[in-house]
């Protein structure tokens, strides 16, 4: 089954103590990406990767970091989480061609205390 | 630039009414438009799309045409179910991406109401 997967799908924290939400897509896809939701705000894609190796930032990429060594993964890095950054977060994956949706996996809500 | 507007929620339906959500685009090429739906508690799931103008993407009652002389791809459904209610965005993908390559509106929620 195609799909987009990531863990943990919940997490509670404290501010300062790194974490990483992992991120894997089982259908060899080029385009990845990570949005946040917030309430009012829609979704504002916080970073993006084109292939392996090739990440660029979205619309809010502050406080995050990404890495692309491996096709499947995108893991999205929070190296020191504050309470902003609280929020429903959701991982991506497509063929790169333009025709294509995006497949989107089932969102991890993090709470930054 | 590319971007996608739509029109703001919430909405609020009885069950059996129509809907229309808008949606209207700004693209610098010729780019594929979708409607994405998210239930309660979900990740977002591809509801239709379309990939060149006057092209109609259709789903589970849903409809959307590409205009392109109106650059939209308003969502109807002629009878809303009180299981359509979900919030719904719209996007873009952009052809001739060097960057960036999907656009999406801010999403309009749907509460249909028996």
């Known amino acids: 089954e195609a799909q987009v997967t990531q863990n943990p799908r919940y997490l509670i924290t404290v501010t300062g103590k790194k974490l990483t939400v992992t991120c894997s897509q089982n259908m060899n896809h080029e385009y990845m990406s990570w949005y946040r939701q917030d309430p009012g705000l829609g979704l504002r894609q916080i970073y993006y990767?084109?292939?392996?190796?090739?990440?660029d930032k979205g619309d809010v990429p502050e406080g995050y970091k990404v890495s692309r060594k491996e096709k499947r993964n995108f893991p999205l890095i929070l190296e020191s989480p504050s309470p902003n950054q609280t929020s429903l977060y959701f991982c991506?994956?497509?063929?790169?061609?333009?025709?294509?949706?995006?497949?989107f996996g089932p969102g991890t809500r993090l709470t930054v205390t | 630039g590319n971007s996608v507007t739509q029109m703001e929620g919430p909405v609020t339906l009885s069950e059996e009414a129509f809907l229309t959500i808008n949606c209207t685009y700004t693209?610098?090429?010729?780019?594929?438009l979708f409607w994405y739906v998210q239930y309660p508690g979900e990740g977002l799931q591809l509801l239709l799309k379309a990939t060149k103008a006057d092209d109609k993407g259709s789903n589970k009652g849903f409809e959307a045409t590409y205009r392109k002389e109106t650059t939209s791809f308003h969502l109807e459904k002629g009878s809303v179910q009180v299981s359509d209610s979900a919030v719904y965005f719209c996007a873009l993908s952009d052809p001739w991406y060097t960057g960036n390559q999907f656009y999406f509106g801010t999403g309009t929620s749907l509460t249909v109401i028996p």
């Open positions: 693209a610098t090429g010729y780019p594929s």
């Open positions: 990767s084109m292939n392996v190796e090739v990440t």
């Open positions: 991506a994956s497509s063929s790169g061609r333009s025709t294509d949706e995006q497949y």
